[in-house]
């Protein structure tokens, strides 16, 4: 039964992903050189996770790009999980680079450095602008993949603003242990919140029913309607974490004509019109009839 496809979604998340790559990659560069020449650690740790921000983001954009490819007689439902696989990645390299500027943060508490204020400051002027700037194109973006991106670039962001913040109080006073608390705060704030996205990442990868649906609330509907005997094997889970798949069985009377099924599958269609489905499909069985997956008829 049906099959509704909505491809504008990951035409706009490909094009977002790869502005916001090309920001961050050409920003990097800058970044590494201007770290060594302003003998600022804060800096080249930034210049560090902005590098690794860089090789998520190509590599983001890469598998949306392969994720937007059709179905073939290998993968049946097309490519879109790579996305989710491309977030699954994203989060693992957040939370690894996160951690290591922990490491390198916490020492520093003990030992400050203090670097070139100046430098500091112009670099993280045009951090805020580059990497804000990238923020702004991947807003709204509803994949699990530009979700975690959007986190990336955010991190990027609130850095500049703290380095910003760190060199022009240490212009004015000789304060270079504000350095590495500033890079700790950020740090720990962000892996709050990309743990969080990696546990929705891996619940959606696990085929979980995605959180803001709720299958008990849909099945309920699906028995209320008229010839409706009783639903079973209803499955609902998520490609992407925008395009979801829905599947169940309805026992309808033995005696049920064609017009009456129809009328079924109609309204169940219109039961879930508001979630973003890709592919439903609806298996009608009559009452007299053995279900043709032989299971347990209370499983959900």
């Known amino acids: 039964m049906g099959h509704h496809h909505h491809h504008h ?3 706009s998340s490909t094009g977002k992903i790869k502005v916001a790559f090309f920001l961050n990659f050409g920003f990097t560069i800058i970044e590494i050189i201007g ?3 302003t003998n600022s650690m804060a800096i080249l740790s930034d210049a560090l996770h902005d590098l690794g921000d860089s090789l998520s983001l190509g590599l983001a954009w890469f598998l949306q790009n392969f994720s937007k490819k059709d179905q073939s007689s290998d993968f049946s439902f097309g490519y879109k999980r790579f996305s989710l696989l491309a977030a699954l990645i994203n989060s693992v390299v957040l939370i690894v680079g996160s951690t290591f500027i922990l490491f390198e943060a916490v ?3 003990l030992h400050p450095e203090s670097p070139n204020t100046t430098g500091m400051m112009l670099l993280a002027i045009l951090g805020i602008l580059v990497n804000g700037a990238a923020v702004i194109r991947l807003q709204g973006g509803e994949s699990m993949n530009q979700k975690v991106m959007t986190w990336h670039l955010l991190e990027d962001v609130l850095g500049w603003v703290a380095v910003l913040i760190v060199s022009i109080v240490m212009t004015f006073a000789d304060l270079p ?7 700790i705060g950020i ?3 962000i892996l709050y919140n990309v743990v969080l996205n990696f546990i929705q990442t891996m619940r959606l990868f696990l085929e979980g029913v995605p959180k803001n649906i709720n299958l008990e609330d849909i099945i309920n509907k699906i028995n209320k309607i ?3 005997r009783s639903t079973h094997h209803t499955h609902l889970w998520s490609m992407d974490g925008e395009n979801h798949a829905f599947s169940t069985h309805v026992v309808v009377p033995a005696d049920a004509n064609k017009e009456d099924v129809c009328s079924v599958k109609d309204q169940i269609k219109n039961v879930i019109h508001e979630i973003h489905l890709e592919h439903v499909t609806i298996e009608v069985e009559y009452e007299d009839e053995p279900c043709s997956i032989t299971d347990d008829h209370n499983e959900p």
């Open 177 to 183: 242990i504000l350095d590495p608390i500033a890079s």
């Open 107 to 109: 020492p520093r508490l």
């Open 35 to 37: 770290g060594i020449l």
């Open 9 to 11: 979604h990951t035409d």
């Open 187 to 189: 740090t720990l704030y």
């Open 226 to 228: 008229e010839h409706v």
